[in-house]
Each structure stands twice: as structure tokens, then as C-alpha cells.
């Protein structure tokens, strides 16, 4: 199985632009728990845990195999949306500011 290429595949059929989806996808995983329209479980294996990534708006169920599949995807999340060098997290802080400003 080539994680990268599921990973890759998962994340464009999300097609989500907004930043507070994209802090949500980020911090579901991160944090292996439910936010907002994500959900990341895990589930022990005789060689440590496989997580388990889910939203709401889409039915395939994104499986990681390893914690070494979820920093995969944690990287190529922050690669496909976060465009300025910024952590996620840095670009939420400065994007919600932006907006308020508004």
C-alpha cells in the first residue's frame, strides 16, 4: 500500500479552501479526537496503533496504518493548504486576525 498516494487521494476529495476546515482537519489529527467535521481514531496493532480519519462530508475513511503514516499526513496537509511557510496553526492565528479585521 502506498500511504503517500492514499494520503494525496484522501485530501483532494475534501476540496476545502477554508482555513478553519483546514485548522479542523489538522487538529483532529494532531490530537487523534473529534473536531469539528473530522474525526481521528486509533486502534492498537501488535506493532503500536493505525488511526483512522474520517469527515463528515465525504464516506471514505482514510486509514494510516502507522503514528509514522500520520506525521506523513499531518506534513501533507500543511504542504497542500498552508502555502506561506507558516505552521497550520500559525496561519489560523493570522488568518482568523485577518478576517476580524474585516
Known amino acids: ?36 467535521l473530522f474525526e481521528c481514531s486509533s486502534k492498537p496493532t501488535s506493532y503500536g496503533k493505525q488511526f483512522f480519519l474520517k469527515c463528515d462530508f465525504i464516506e471514505e475513511l482514510l486509514r494510516l496504518p502507522s503514528e509514522k503514516a500520520r506525521q506523513l499526513c499531518l506534513e501533507k496537509i500543511q504542504q497542500k493548504f498552508v502555502k506561506n511557510g507558516m505552521t497550520v496553526e500559525g496561519w489560523y492565528i493570522y488568518e482568523r486576525g485577518m478576517r476580524e479585521k474585516d
Open 1 to 36: 500500500m502506498d500511504n503517500s498516494k492514499d494520503i494525496d487521494s484522501w485530501l483532494s476529495y475534501l476540496e476545502i479552501d477554508d482555513f478553519e476546515e483546514v485548522y479542523c482537519l489538522y487538529r483532529a489529527l494532531n490530537d487523534v479526537d473529534k473536531f469539528g
